[in-house]
């Protein structure tokens, strides 16, 4: 079946700093990937939704200079938070989902990023 | 906005069935999916029904819709230990996908 895969799994970085997270469909093309970001014990949130060769959607609420979402092939899209601080920390995860020939047009998630900013 | 409601816990016994409810209020939904997610883990896709069915059975996972009520279930038999975690339904309308709260399943032995 479909897989999606995140790295890191576990990052600790310093306040200020800058931290990028990948996201791959290993075996499909992914047409459209999404972004969440989940807080102890509460549900997922979407950040933003990122279709290859074009500019992410942004929800509501959400910095986009901040989360800088790149989605350079059908393959790969990276999370980046830039200048990091305490309050970033939390689990980002991410989903692809493929067009109905790619046989991966169900939403399938990676397994997560568990960032904390000491 | 779309709004998905689940409640927040269920406790069970080992080997009896579990149910898990969720209700969701955007009538275009096309999917509605079922999410368990495990301690510190991402999510992983138990089952989906599409809009226009009202069950879906697979093993020990049985899915109910009633979209007039806009009521969707999953239920667990014969429930494990290995069923302990947290499970998410989501739905899909245009492409937004929106979870609920995820309801807390914690089986006894």
């Known amino acids: 079946g479909a897989v999606v895969s995140q790295h890191p799994s576990r990052v600790i970085c310093k306040s200020g700093t800058s931290v990028k997270i990948e996201c791959r469909s290993l075996?499909?093309?992914?047409?459209?990937m999404f972004w969440y970001r989940q807080f102890p014990k509460q549900s997922l949130m979407l950040m933003a939704t990122?279709?290859?060769?074009?500019?992410?959607?942004?929800e509501q609420g959400v910095e986009k200079d901040k989360f800088l979402i790149n989605h350079a092939s059908l393959t790969l899209s990276t999370l980046t938070v830039t200048s990091a601080h305490p309050e970033d920390s939390s689990f980002y995860i991410c989903?692809?989902?493929?067009?109905?020939?790619?046989?991966?047009?169900?939403?399938?998630f990676g397994a997560g990023s568990r960032l904390t900013v000491l | 906005g779309e709004d998905v409601e689940q409640s927040l816990f269920l406790s069970v016994r080992e080997g009896d069935s579990s149910v898990i409810n969720c209700t969701y209020t955007d009538s275009s939904s096309t999917y509605l999916y079922w999410y368990k997610q495990e301690p510190g883990a991402g999510l992983q896709l138990l089952t989906y029904i599409f809009s226009n069915m009202d069950m879906k059975q697979d093993q020990r996972l049985t899915v109910l819709l009633n979209k007039k009520d806009k009521h969707l279930s999953l239920r667990i038999a014969d429930t494990q230990t290995g069923d302990s975690a947290i499970y998410f339904c989501a739905d899909v309308a245009g492409n937004k996908l929106t979870f609920g709260g995820g309801t807390r399943v914690l089986v006894k032995p």
């Open positions: 075996d499909f093309q992914a047409t459209t």
């Open positions: 990122s279709n290859e060769g074009s500019k992410a959607t942004y």
């Open positions: 989903s692809a989902i493929g067009d109905r020939d790619s046989g991966a047009n169900v939403l399938t």
